[in-house]
């Protein structure tokens, strides 16, 4: 599907429709729908989502948060970005604290989760094989974040960059949808901040097991960044 065809009325439902019909890379799209087929034990009982997740959040939000990719057995269950997985676990229980979500758990499309002033995407919006998608697949995914960058930009004033991928696939998306970016291009680091044209861009390490595991990333240094970028995004 093209992501650069004209929208509906209701400009980011309709993106967010089409992002889930797509079918540009097949590797992702067997992957996903592999997983999908022969799930998980503990998800035996669950019809898979099995499609591209789109973006989470409502349509003006003022802080962005940009991830990495659906997780094969969260995302890719569930049908939401970061739900269903310990990633989303860590997420979203630091959304709550700083008073951005309704609720502190995130496990299925229909619990009633609402998100204050935030949305959630991800440069890569399809699961990949090892949680590692091929740079020709994240650019191939690049559009889609762009229309939605561009979409948000009227109320759009604070993004987290959740990992050095996500910070290296969003940095060229901004660039595309508007936004001057400095050359050359700022590297990524947990705590960095960058002006943006009226937007502040917020570096911070991934919620991964593997971070959050070992005590790279705490909910305390999640908590500051998720906080920081609230206020700066005139969220209280």
């Known amino acids: 599907m093209d992501p650069d065809e004209p929208l509906d009325p ?18 992702l799209v067997e992957w996903r729908e592999e997983v999908a087929r022969t799930k998980r034990a503990a998800f035996a009982d669950w019809t898979y ?7 989470f959040g409502p349509p003006d939000a003022r802080l962005l948060i940009v991830g990495l990719a659906p997780a ?41 989760l609402a998100l204050y002033g935030v949305r959630v995407t991800s440069p890569v919006h399809c699961a990949p094989p ?12 690049r559009p889609w ?3 939605e960058l561009r979409l948000l930009r009227p109320t759009l004033r604070a993004v987290v960059v959740l990992g ?13 949808a508007g936004w001057t970016v400095p050359r050359p291009r700022p590297a990524f680091a ?4 960058v002006p943006l044209d009226g937007l ?37």
């Open 10 to 27: 209701d400009p980011l439902p309709a993106l967010d429709r089409r992002v889930a019909g797509c079918r540009a890379c097949p590797r």
């Open 49 to 55: 989502w099995g499609r591209p997740v789109p973006g």
């Open 72 to 112: 094969a057995h969260g995302g890719n269950r569930t049908g939401r970005m970061f739900t269903g997985d310990r990633s989303g676990d860590v997420l979203y229980q630091a959304l709550y604290d700083v008073e951005l979500a309704s609720q502190p758990t995130s496990v299925s499309a229909d619990d009633g």
């Open 130 to 141: 090892a949680n590692k998608p091929t740079p020709r697949e994240r650019d191939t995914c």
């Open 145 to 147: 974040l762009v229309q």
């Open 164 to 176: 050095a991928f996500g910070w290296q696939a969003a940095l060229p998306a901004f660039a595309e």
């Open 190 to 193: 947990h705590g960095v901040r």
């Open 200 to 236: 502040d861009l917020f570096g911070c390490f991934h919620v991964s097991q593997r971070n959050t595991f070992t005590g790279r990333l705490t909910p305390e240094m999640l908590r500051e960044v998720l906080g920081t970028a609230a206020r700066a995004a005139g969220l209280s």
